[in-house]
Each structure stands twice: as C-alpha cells, then as structure tokens.
C-alpha cells in the first residue's frame, strides 16, 4: 500500500486545470478549428462530440503537439506553455491513445511499453517494466500478460496498453480518441470502469466520441464540435440526446429541395438482406435490405466507418456478399465479377478517387476508357482504337468542364474537382442503370460540388438511379428522394426524404434511435 | 583422416569468419529497417583498405581501425540516400556495391599480388587449447575468430537486452509508432547503417590481412552477397548468425576434402553459392509471416504520411 502511495506521488504529474483559450488552425486556408475555448479539470471527464471532419481530432493534435495553432494559447495551473511536439506535451503530463493505436505488433506488450517510458533501464530493461506493468495492472485492474505480443492481444487489451504507455509516462490528462469504434460491447464495459477508476484517482480525461450513448454514459460535460467551431457546451445531467445531436448536426433539418418532382420508375436495385464482412473479418453490414427504382436518388448518411464502404464495394462487385441477393432489373448479380456488374448498367465513383477511381500515371486518354476498353467501340482485337479514344475523351472534357490543357496529360496532373468530373463523366457516359456514388463531392470546391450534384440530378432526370454515400447531410437532403441511415451495419431507417421524422437524423447516425 | 577433419573444420571457422562479421552488421541494419545490398562493395573498401594501411604501417590492428573508418565513412552514401532523401534502397545499395568494388580497384591496383609479411598470430587460449578435437577447432584461432564470436554475441546482447536495442527494433517495425514515443527515427537509422558498414568493412580487412594476406581485385567473391542471404537465413538474429555463417564456412573449405574424390574443382567452387540459392529456396516455402522480417524492412520512412 505505501509503495502504491509513494508510486502515484512520484509519477502523476499534477495539473490542476487545463485551458486551450481561443484556438484557431486552418490548412491550406481551409479552417479547421475557429476560436476554440476548452477547459478541464482534474477529475473530470469531458467528452468532443462531433460528426467527422468537426475539428475534433485537430483540436487533441494540437494539444498533443503534433500541430501548431495559429493562434490562441494553452494553460496548465494558469501558466501559459507552449507544445511543441509530442515529447513536450509528455512531459507536460497529457498522454493520447490514438484511434489507431501506435504499437509495433511484432513485440510483446513490454518492449512497446519501455520504447517510451523514460524511466527505462539501459541494460535489461524488461525486467524493470514487467514490474511496472504488474503494477499498474493491479492499480487499476487491467489484467494483461506483460510477455506476450500485441498482435495476440484483443483490440481492448491493446488499447490497455497504450493507457498503460500513457500512464507510465506520467498522463495527468489522457485523451482517448474514438475508443470504442474498435471494441466489443463487453470491452466498451470494461473501458467504462477503468476510465471511472482513473478519474477517482484524479485522472482528467478527453473522450473523443461521435457515439451519444457513450458520452451521456461516461462524461461530466460535453462538449459539441460543428464544422471547426464549438456548437455548444452541457453538463450531461441537464441535457438530452436530443439536442446534443441537434448541436451536433448544426440544425433542425431544414428542407432546401429545388430539384422537380419526378415519379418513380421501375425497380432497379434490390438488395435482400446482404451480410458483409469488413477488412478484419468482422460484420460489416447487417442484413441490409433495399430497393432503389428509376429517376430515384437514395443517399446513404451516417458517420464514416458504419459500413457505408463495405455496402458501395458489395453491390459493385469488389467484396465478397456471404449471404443474401443483389438484383440489378432482376438479373442476379451477386458477386460477379466488377467487369461483369459494370456490363450490367452499374458504375461506381469510389471513395478514394486517386487510389481507386484512376491510374495516375496514365494519360487523360487512357483513364477516359478504363473500364470500357473491352467494348467493341473502342478496342478491335488486340488493339485500342485511339482515333475514337480520344474523341471519346474530348466529349467527356467538353461536357463535363474537365480544365485540362491537352487530354494527352497526365491525370496526375489535374486537380481533385477535375479528376472527380472525369470519373463521372467516364461512369456515365454508357447510360447506367445505377450510379453508385460515394462522397463524389468531397474535398472539392463549390464549383465543383455544385456541378457534380448538378450532374448527379440530371442523371437522375434521364432515368437513372443512383445511390449516394455522403457525409455532408447538406447534400443527401438537396439531392436524394429517399434517405438511409446507417449505424454499424444496419439502417436505422429509410425514410422519404420529406419525411418529418427525419429531424431525427443526428439520433438515427449516433445509433441511438432506429425506426 | 582425423588430421583432415580436424584441418578442415579449422578452416570452416576462418571461412565463415567474414561471413559472420558481415552478416552480423547486415542483420543491426536490417533490423532498423534499411535494407542494404551494399555489403559486397563496403567489404572490398574494407579489405583494400586494411590491406594498404598494415603495409604501410606494418600494425595490422591499425589496419583494421582504418577499414571500419572507411567502411563507416563510405556506408553514409546509402544511409543519406536511403533515409534523409528516401530513394530506393535496393538501387542504393546496388550502386554502394558498384562504387566499392571499383573503387577498391582503383586504390588498391599498385598492391596488386604483393604479399603481407606481418603476421597476425593465431591465439592458443591457455587449457581450452588442449582440448582434444575442440580446442584444436575452436581454441587455436585467429583473433578475428574471436572478435566475429564476441560481435555477434555482443549484439544479440545488444538487440535484445538492452534499451537502445528495442528502439532499432521498432524502427524496423513501426517508424511512425517509434517516432510518438519521442525516438529520433532518423539518427536511429544512421547509427545502424553505418555500424552495419562497419562490420561489413570489418569483414573485409578479415580477408585481405588474415585469410589470404594479399589484395587482388573481386577478392572478396560474392561472400558479401552470401551474408545478405545469410541475414535472411538466421531469421534477422545475430545468435543465430554463428552458427549459419560456420556452416558457410564449412562449404567454403569442403570441397579441399572432396576434390580428391575426382568431382570437377570448378562445380566444387560453385557450391557456396548454390548452397545460397537453395537456402533461400527453401526459406521462401516457409510462411513469410513466421519469418520476422523487419515488418518496414526496405521501406522509406515519411513523416507527414498517413
């Protein structure tokens, strides 16, 4: 017991309090954090609530001395101090998990804990840490075998560690960004209670968190992050749900639809209860059922990671469908080949453009074909018929504004709004059936934006259906006739787009309301 | 015949002397995650060097300083191509081979066939010596012999036990991780690329001073390639490298037994390398996830990327 007491002493640093005082940083003159006021105190759990892209992450950078601010200061106890890299803020006594954890899998749990620990021994050091470990793992009742390696340990114990890393280290303030996103219900649990015991222990804590539950669950103030600025500001106890999603999502949801009304045609898409695994293997969708008809737009809104990617890659042929139909005009498609579901009427403006949606090295020319050089069109035999090629390609340009000075460039060379049209206007150009758009407007300006979604209706008018994926919830309600959520694999609703339920929908994207 | 045996394993340890000095600085570089081809020409820097400084001074041991230096010295062209300017360390270190094997050349082309009059004398450890079999093998050798043994478990030592060790093992592994837990990533890599070179070099002087006391041209044959397959087969650990290199060593000098034997002496003096090829062969049947590699071996560390 008195080594425990004389441990604790030696090691927390102490900070009272913690102020960032009006905070700004922007990137490339983009802002993403505007005057920003944060205070925290020890013992106390406070959790940054936002949709992605709010400036969450930015603001814990900051702290964590990965980032400058522009402008604005922080405070420790009142006195002003200056971080200039994670090694500082260390010593400052604030320590972060990030959201995907900084550990080398091929080590045991000890060699990633005596990387950073200052107080490591030169000679044998894991004979000084896996006494550490024990002990911390008793403190705060941790449970985790110091020898064995990370990549045997669950997503929980490996987070486990890394509180461990920041602890050894000193953390008085500990800053968990999106902890739950990669654990079990059981191990959310568990975080829960270790997270109490630190705070009982005089621990301060950042809970970085788009989930309400959660932060209702475990924070003593909120609070909401909207597009760079601070939305608002609660004790838990005097609020609700509610209007924490209504701060989060900036607005009651206002319908702003100028597009004309057109009457559905007929079915295109079904999906029938579909089961997809993610990357690791684990579900990523739920049973996801569907139907989407002519001269409709469905959007898909919900925070990234819910399964949006693994849905879009489904349907287009690039992941494997363990269970269930996909039906394109009631021709069978599920997992075909993407040549073949393109075949079939379906194009695909993936997420990550420059990775999957070109070949950068290639010429205009070459991309404009990519996935119709098969076609009688454009190749004869063993060879591309160029002449029609680039014909092709100077429609594409002209129709769609590609700013380009040649189509003989390189894609590389073009813009993120260029490169976006011309992969629209590659996905369209043979009349689809189905559009499936994932966040075609992302990153790019308001030009840009304003003429993809003026495109995406005009589809749309001609008889097209599509499907689209986007995080600005801006853009789901400007252009889609009907709207799902998505939370963790499931929709938690598909509703008309007029629907007045839908002021719901911050609830519906925190997984805290289903209908 | 016990005479023979006992002459050939004596010889199987100071051919796989070199081997092991090389492969020993190749795995400290490797486990930091630079791959580096080099070795072949930094070893012929480090034997043309050993080689003319002993002459001249006629103190090998000063010899072997200034073939480290130099090896040292001349393997900061692929650290500073690999690391600070994040080229391609495969054609890095093609060209570090390149330049020491013709560099060597150049320096060493009036020392061409000289003989070495000094002599460095074997060690006769007092009563292991005496040991029947063993001590005549592994007792009454060279002092390079010994240094390579000491090295290489020096720096098992060195990778495993101690703090510094686990910070090259994890740059290896991780950069981006090694670098928020406050370790210099950058001067992490030098430090191991350039002991790596010194090894190397180290391995050299071995070759020109000791094993064959003169200096010709492509003297060091290919034993640099073989320490970089070498690294491969003692799975990234220098405990492991002794033995390995030993075995080497003993298919060096094996084909003096055999040549009697009327097998043809020029398929005898292929057979290290195509031991080599068959070590890597069968390494690449086992499961590459099994292997240890480095996970970031090769790969150029950046930063800002995400």
């Given at each position: 017991?008195?080594?425990?007491?004389?441990?604790?002493?030696?090691?927390?640093?102490?900070?009272?309090?913690?102020?960032?005082?009006?905070?700004?940083?922007?990137?490339?003159?983009?802002?993403?954090?505007?005057?920003?006021?944060?205070?925290?105190?020890?013992?106390?759990?406070?959790?940054?609530?936002?949709?992605?892209?709010?400036?969450?992450?930015?603001?814990?950078?900051?702290?964590?001395?990965?980032?400058?601010?522009?402008?604005?200061?922080?405070?420790?106890?009142?006195?002003?101090?200056?971080?200039?890299?994670?090694?500082?803020?260390?010593?400052?006594?604030?320590?972060?998990?990030?959201?995907?954890?900084?550990?080398?899998?091929?080590?045991?749990?000890?060699?990633?804990?005596?990387?950073?620990?200052?107080?490591?021994?030169?000679?044998?050091?894991?004979?000084?840490?896996?006494?550490?470990?024990?002990?911390?793992?008793?403190?705060?009742?941790?449970?985790?075998?110091?020898?064995?390696?990370?990549?045997?340990?669950?997503?929980?114990?490996?987070?486990?560690?890394?509180?461990?890393?920041?602890?050894?280290?000193?953390?008085?303030?500990?800053?968990?960004?999106?902890?739950?996103?990669?654990?079990?219900?059981?191990?959310?649990?568990?975080?829960?209670?270790?997270?109490?015991?630190?705070?009982?222990?005089?621990?301060?804590?950042?809970?970085?968190?788009?989930?309400?539950?959660?932060?209702?669950?475990?924070?003593?103030?909120?609070?909401?992050?909207?597009?760079?600025?601070?939305?608002?500001?609660?004790?838990?106890?005097?609020?609700?749900?509610?209007?924490?999603?209504?701060?989060?999502?900036?607005?009651?949801?206002?319908?702003?639809?100028?597009?004309?009304?057109?009457?559905?045609?007929?079915k295109v898409l079904s999906v029938e209860?579909?089961?997809?695994?993610?990357?690791?293997?684990?579900?990523?969708?739920?049973?996801?059922?569907?139907e989407l008809?002519?001269?409709?737009?469905?959007?898909?809104?919900?925070?990234?990671?819910?399964?949006?990617?693994?849905?879009?890659?489904?349907i287009?042929?690039?992941?494997?469908?363990?269970?269930g139909k996909v039906k394109i005009k009631g021709r069978d498609i599920t997992?075909?080949?993407?040549?073949?579901?393109?075949?079939n009427?379906?194009?695909?403006?993936?997420?990550?453009?420059?990775?999957?949606?070109?070949?950068?090295?290639?010429?205009?020319?070459?991309?404009?074909?990519?996935?119709?050089?098969?076609?009688?069109?454009?190749?004869?035999?063993?060879?591309?018929?160029?002449?029609?090629?680039?014909?092709?390609?100077?429609?594409?340009?002209?129709?769609?504004?590609?700013?380009?000075?040649?189509?003989?460039?390189?894609?590389?060379?073009?813009?993120?709004?260029?490169?976006?049209?011309?992969?629209?206007?590659?996905?369209?150009?043979?009349?689809?059936?189905?559009?499936?758009?994932?966040?075609?407007?992302?990153?790019?300006?308001?030009?840009?934006?304003?003429?993809?979604?003026?495109?995406?209706?005009?589809?749309?008018?001609?008889?097209?259906?599509?499907?689209?994926?986007?995080?600005?919830?801006?853009?789901?309600?400007?252009?889609?006739?009907?709207?799902?959520?998505?939370?963790?694999?499931?929709?938690?609703?598909?509703?008309?787009?007029?629907?007045?339920?839908?002021?719901?929908?911050?609830?519906?994207?925190?997984?805290?309301?289903?209908? | 015949?016990?005479?023979?045996?006992?002459?050939?394993?004596?010889?199987?340890?100071?051919?796989?002397?070199?081997?092991?000095?090389?492969?020993?600085?190749?795995?400290?570089?490797?486990?930091?995650?630079?791959?580096?081809?080099?070795?072949?020409?930094?070893?012929?820097?480090?034997?043309?060097?050993?080689?003319?400084?002993?002459?001249?001074?006629?103190?090998?041991?000063?010899?072997?300083?200034?073939?480290?230096?130099?090896?040292?010295?001349?393997?900061?062209?692929?650290?500073?191509?690999?690391?600070?300017?994040?080229?391609?360390?495969?054609?890095?270190?093609?060209?570090?081979?390149?330049?020491?094997?013709?560099?060597?050349?150049?320096?060493?082309?009036?020392?061409?066939?000289?003989?070495?009059?000094?002599?460095?004398?074997?060690?006769?450890?007092?009563?292991?010596?005496?040991?029947?079999?063993?001590?005549?093998?592994?007792?009454?050798?060279?002092?390079?012999?010994?240094?390579?043994?000491?090295?290489?478990?020096?720096?098992?030592?060195?990778?495993?036990?101690?703090?510094?060790?686990?910070?090259?093992?994890?740059?290896?592994?991780?950069?981006?991780?090694?670098?928020?837990?406050?370790?210099?990533?950058?001067?992490?890599?030098?430090?191991?690329?350039?002991?790596?070179?010194?090894?190397?070099?180290?391995?050299?002087?071995?070759?020109?001073?000791?094993?064959?006391?003169?200096?010709?041209?492509?003297?060091?044959?290919?034993?640099?390639?073989?320490?970089?397959?070498?690294?491969?087969?003692?799975?990234?650990?220098?405990?492991?490298?002794?033995?390995?290199?030993?075995?080497?060593?003993?298919?060096?000098?094996?084909?003096?037994?055999?040549?009697?034997?009327?097998?043809?002496?020029?398929?005898?003096?292929?057979?290290?390398?195509?031991?080599?090829?068959?070590?890597?062969?069968?390494?690449?049947?086992?499961?590459?996830?099994?292997?240890?590699?480095?996970?970031?071996?090769?790969?150029?560390?950046?930063?800002?990327?995400?």
């Amino acid at each position: 017991m008195l080594s425990r007491l004389f441990f604790k002493k030696s090691i927390m640093k102490k900070i009272k309090c913690l102020e960032m005082k009006s905070i700004s940083k922007s990137f490339h003159g983009i802002p993403a954090n505007q005057d920003i006021n944060l205070s925290i105190e020890s013992g106390e759990i406070v959790g940054l609530l936002g949709e992605n892209g709010a400036g969450k992450t930015t603001l814990m950078n900051i702290l964590y001395g990965l980032y400058q601010p522009d402008s604005g200061q922080i405070n420790i106890n009142g006195n002003r101090i200056r971080i200039n890299n994670p090694v500082e803020s260390i010593s400052h006594g604030i320590g972060m998990v990030h959201q995907h954890f900084m550990l080398i899998k091929n080590h045991s749990v000890i060699e990633n804990i005596a990387l950073g620990y200052k107080g490591t021994p030169f000679f044998f050091p894991k004979m000084k840490i896996r006494e550490k470990v024990h002990l911390f793992s008793k403190k705060f009742d941790f449970r985790i075998d110091p020898d064995k390696k990370i990549w045997q340990l669950s997503a929980g114990e490996q987070q486990r560690v890394e509180i461990i890393k920041a602890l050894l280290n000193g953390a008085a303030l500990l800053i968990l960004d999106e902890p739950t996103s990669v654990l079990t219900p059981r191990e959310i649990k568990e975080l829960i209670s270790i997270l109490r015991g630190m705070k009982a222990k005089g621990h301060m804590i950042i809970f970085i968190s788009h989930k309400l539950d959660e932060i209702m669950e475990i924070c003593d103030r909120v609070i909401v992050l909207q597009k760079g600025k601070i939305a608002g500001s609660a004790d838990t106890k005097d609020t609700d749900k509610k209007s924490l999603a209504r701060m989060m999502v900036g607005r009651d949801v206002v319908f702003n639809i100028n597009k004309e009304k057109l009457a559905k045609g007929k079915k295109v898409l079904s999906v029938e209860n579909i089961n997809v695994n993610g990357d690791k293997g684990l579900p990523a969708l739920n049973n996801i059922s569907f139907e989407l008809f002519e001269n409709e737009i469905l959007g898909v809104a919900g925070v990234s990671g819910n399964g949006q990617r693994e849905l879009a890659e489904a349907i287009t042929g690039i992941r494997p469908i363990l269970s269930g139909k996909v039906k394109i005009k009631g021709r069978d498609i599920t997992n075909k080949s993407p040549r073949c579901i393109y075949d079939n009427g379906v194009s695909h403006v993936p997420e990550e453009r420059i990775r999957f949606g070109i070949a950068p090295g290639l010429f205009l020319y070459d991309n404009a074909i990519l996935k119709q050089h098969h076609l009688k069109k454009f190749s004869s035999r063993y060879f591309l018929r160029y002449n029609r090629i680039k014909n092709h390609t100077k429609t594409i340009v002209n129709k769609f504004k590609v700013s380009t000075h040649s189509i003989n460039t390189r894609v590389r060379n073009l813009s993120g709004g260029n490169i976006q049209k011309l992969i629209l206007g590659r996905e369209v150009s043979e009349q689809p059936q189905l559009l499936v758009a994932s966040h075609p407007t992302y990153g790019l300006d308001v030009g840009a934006t304003e003429f993809l979604r003026k495109h995406l209706l005009e589809l749309r008018k001609q008889g097209s259906s599509v499907l689209l994926f986007s995080e600005d919830l801006e853009e789901i309600f400007e252009l889609c006739d009907r709207i799902a959520v998505i939370f963790d694999g499931r929709f938690m609703a598909v509703l008309d787009s007029d629907d007045e339920r839908l002021c719901d929908i911050g609830l519906m994207m925190a997984g805290s309301k289903k209908i | 015949m016990e005479d023979i045996i006992i002459s050939t394993l004596q010889r199987a340890m100071v051919a796989g002397t070199p081997l092991l000095l090389a492969t020993t600085g190749e795995i400290i570089c490797e486990r930091s995650g630079i791959l580096n081809l080099g070795v072949e020409g930094v070893m012929a820097i480090g034997a043309v060097i050993a080689f003319i400084v002993t002459m001249i001074t006629g103190h090998p041991w000063l010899g072997v300083v200034a073939a480290m230096a130099a090896g040292m010295a001349i393997s900061v062209i692929h650290a500073f191509a690999s690391i600070t300017l994040k080229a391609n360390q495969v054609v890095s270190g093609l060209a570090l081979t390149m330049l020491g094997l013709g560099l060597s050349g150049l320096i060493g082309k009036p020392y061409v066939g000289k003989p070495l009059l000094i002599k460095m004398e074997d060690l006769n450890l007092p009563w292991l010596s005496d040991i029947p079999w063993l001590g005549k093998i592994l007792f009454s050798q060279g002092p390079f012999f010994y240094l390579a043994i000491a090295l290489a478990l020096a720096s098992w030592f060195f990778l495993e036990k101690t703090r510094l060790g686990i910070q090259v093992r994890s740059t290896g592994e991780n950069p981006k991780a090694t670098e928020t837990q406050g370790i210099n990533v950058t001067m992490v890599r030098y430090l191991s690329v350039i002991i790596g070179g010194g090894f190397s070099a180290l391995a050299g002087a071995h070759l020109s001073i000791s094993y064959s006391k003169s200096w010709i041209e492509g003297m060091t044959a290919g034993r640099g390639w073989i320490a970089i397959a070498l690294t491969i087969f003692a799975l990234w650990n220098p405990g492991r490298a002794i033995w390995a290199a030993f075995l080497f060593g003993g298919i060096f000098v094996v084909q003096y037994l055999l040549q009697p034997l009327g097998i043809s002496p020029n398929f005898l003096a292929m057979l290290p390398y195509i031991a080599t090829l068959f070590i890597l062969l069968l390494i690449s049947f086992k499961d590459p996830k099994k292997l240890n590699a480095p996970a970031m071996l090769g790969e150029p560390y950046n930063r800002g990327e995400r």
